[in-house]
């Protein structure tokens, strides 16, 4: 996702301080805020400012579609999760949910 600069600060003190909280009370077992690197090292780096990258973890046998249907069914969790865009001006969010192969 990309956050505009000038929310940067205040995105990174809410993921720590609201959303990691919020992923941990519905199943997450570890969460991480990670930001592109914007300096060119290698050739074929892609260079794409402003642009974040949250992880989150759970076990292996988590059921993924419950997460996302209890976030929904709970208000207070839901309007944190829209707090993305609309507090934070998050653009191109991308979702992909990945299964671990070994």
Known sequence: MTIPAEKQKSFVKWFVEIAGPMFTKYGA?????LRV????????QLIEKNRFIE????DDDFEIPSYFAQVKADPEA????RM????FGAKDIE???LSEII
Do not use: A, M, P
């Not at 992880?55 to 759970?58: E, G, I, K, N, Q």
């Not at 839901?78 to 999760?81: D, G, L, P, R, V």
């Open 29 to 33: 077992k570890r969460h991480e805020l």
């Open 37 to 44: 690197e914007e300096n060119q090292i290698d050739g074929r």
């Open 55 to 58: 992880r989150v973890f759970f």
């Open 78 to 81: 839901w309007k944190t999760s």
């Open 84 to 87: 993305y865009e609309g507090e």
């Open 95 to 97: 979702l992909r949910v």
